[in-house]
């Protein structure tokens, strides 16, 4: 067989066992093998961010707003005085919408104003992570919008996952030319993108458990670090 008429085997045989592989070297005529390489790790989460938001309906535009900045800077305030640093936490900007009474045939009447403002929160202890939720309750923070874990750790797993995700497009292809009786020799290209560090799964707790902990509960999470290489090799 020819090496043309290999490459163009091997390519095909590639693309049919993997749907979202890319032709990313459709152009090159000399005998080559593309390969994807991934990783994916699984480590313990140790720290949270969340978003929670207050949402405050008044008569006016003015009274809507006074009473939402009011739940977040006491909110803010109760926070640094617990030790959270302010540079972990971010507020937004106060949004304004009014609000209306609709009636078939009937124009539209204005029956007040709607503010609402979010704040983001660094966690660096889950095990503050329920206090903290509890104080924005109690400083009138009316909705928690997410839970993110992650990993403090998080560049050292970035690094395990883009070598492993090296090691196994190496193996890939190593393990298909052996098995068309071929050799590589070296790599003509490669592709990389930054993948999203942390893919982090909302906390999820176990109400079922005979002995239900909340503050317990938000402490059982995980995050998953994934990281893809396409490669381009010559075959001899």
Known sequence: MKKSSLAAL???????????APVFAADISFAHLETIGTS???????????NVEVVIKAETAKAAKAESDI?????????EKAGVSSELIQSA??????QYHYEKNKPNRLIGYSANRRVTVTVLDLAELNRILDTALEQGINRINHIALKSSKEAQYLKQARI???????QKATEIAQGFGEELDGVWQIRYFDQR???PMMMRMN????????????QQGQVTIQDRVEVTYKLK
């Open 71 to 79: 739940a977040v800077a006491k909110f803010i305030a109760r926070l």
């Open 10 to 20: 091997v390519s095909a045989l590639i693309l049919s066992t993997s749907i979202s």
């Open 197 to 199: 560090p942390v893919q």
């Open 164 to 170: 492993a995700a090296i090691k196994d497009a190496q």
């Open 207 to 218: 109400a079922e458990s005979d002995n239900f902990n909340v503050p317990k509960s938000y």
């Open 93 to 98: 900007n106060i949004n304004l919408q009014p």
């Open 40 to 50: 994916s790790i699984v480590a313990e989460a140790d720290m949270a961010e969340i």
